[in-house]
């Protein structure tokens, strides 16, 4: 039996009827444009966040996880309104209400991506509670519409504006890829992105900075590239290249031209990215990487010094490309780098860190793994 059917059995006095997983991600790059249309490239993690499922007869929906204690929280599925229910428990409770189950539920959660660090737990969460819910009552939905879902149910009954990447990624990813999205229709593109046999390494640098995106500064900066688009009076920020938006830019108050500028850019990056790592160029793909930090950092100002630390520490001691990634405010950064090079970079990392008196970075190494799956 898994062990989290055991817990299940414990907790709630009977077997789940289904147990299903669903991983977090790093982004290689494509950072805040997947809610413009634009694309993104990001993978993977192999940390999943696991849940067990099943139904009940109480109309009742309880969910609790295994890293707190197994407490229970309990709804009444009747009543499920966008925000009811403890904070923790409206991503698994969004999905259901997103996807219109009326059934009562018992849902134990076994969340293994770590949490605030910018790897996408919560998209984790969402995904591994919708894949086995199409499974459990038959729903017959595609990933794009389980990414919607779960899309939705973080936008509304969460109240996070995010994009679609997250989601996307992890129900999409396929072991030794990054997943290439257009996030104008969702359609991918599996870009190989096996680097070990190269003599490289994605190194992963948690700054153990948590950010709380639900906080306004993402949902400001989303707002502003939406400002930029009325202004411009235009469709999209995708269908103006760079040089007719830098000659728009009177028309344009300073922040709002430069959070679009990044979200131009940023576009464009991911695109001259692909084509490099399709050509095997890894200098030049972690060139655009260190680029889009820039970006972020000085456009998009959505970094912050522990950030800009990993980021500069990477690059100084050897690293191709390095940058933050995620939502930002904190978070992770990766940088790719000569595996020859981790344990010199991770303890130059760790001393910067302390002679700032920064709490002191986790890190590890990502590989490209597979998506959502039904374990049980
Ligand atoms: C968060 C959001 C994503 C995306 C990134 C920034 O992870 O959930 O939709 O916007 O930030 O690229």
């Not at 680029?291 to 500069?312: G, K």
Request: glycine share 8%; charged share 20%; proline share 3%.
């Amino acid at each position: 039996m898994h062990p989290l059917a055991n817990k299940f059995q414990e907790l709630f006095a009977s077997a789940p009827d289904i147990i299903a997983s669903a991983p977090g991600r790093v982004n290689l790059i494509g950072e805040h444009v997947d809610f413009l249309d634009g694309f993104v490239l990001p993978f993977a993690l192999s940390d999943v966040t696991t849940v067990a499922i099943a139904k009940n007869s109480i109309g009742k929906i309880r969910t609790s996880s295994v890293q707190r204690k197994g407490a229970i929280s309990i709804v009444d599925c009747a009543a499920l309104t966008p925000k009811s229910g403890e904070a923790w428990t409206r991503y698994p409770i969004g999905v259901i209400w997103s996807l219109g189950i009326d059934s009562g539920l018992d849902i134990l959660i076994d969340g293994q991506v770590p949490l605030g660090a910018g790897l996408s737990s919560s998209a984790a969460l969402e995904c591994a509670v919708a894949t086995a819910l199409n499974e459990l009552f038959d729903l017959g939905l595609s990933l794009s519409d389980l990414a919607r879902a779960a899309q939705r149910a973080e936008n509304i009954y969460v109240g996070m504006p995010c994009g679609i990447m997250d989601q996307s990624v992890s129900l999409m990813a396929t072991e030794g890829n990054a997943l290439l999205l257009d996030t104008k229709d969702l359609s991918i593109e599996q870009i190989p992105f096996d680097i070990a046999p190269l003599g490289l390494e994605l190194l992963v640098i948690d700054t153990q900075v948590h950010h709380a995106l639900v906080d306004g500064g993402y949902a400001e900066r989303r707002a502003s590239c939406e400002k930029a688009i009325a202004d411009l009076n235009i469709n999209s920020l995708r269908d103006i290249s760079v040089a007719d938006f830098v000659a728009r830019k009177s028309e344009l108050d300073e922040k709002t031209y430069l959070r679009a500028f990044h979200g131009i850019t940023e576009m464009k990056r991911v695109l001259d990215a692909v084509t490099l790592l399709k050509a095997g160029d890894f200098v030049g793909f972690g060139e655009i990487v260190t680029a889009a930090h820039i970006s972020l950092r000085d456009n998009y100002t959505v970094s912050c010094p522990e950030l800009n630390l990993a980021v500069d520490t990477a690059l100084k001691f050897g690293a191709l490309g390095s940058r933050m990634i995620g939502g930002g405010f904190g978070g992770s950064a990766i940088a790719l780098i000569k595996a020859k090079d981790s344990d010199l970079i991770k303890s130059e990392v760790k001393s910067a860190f302390m002679k700032e008196r920064f709490k002191s970075p986790r890190f590890f190494s990502a590989l490209p793994s597979a998506g959502a799956r039904i374990i049980d």
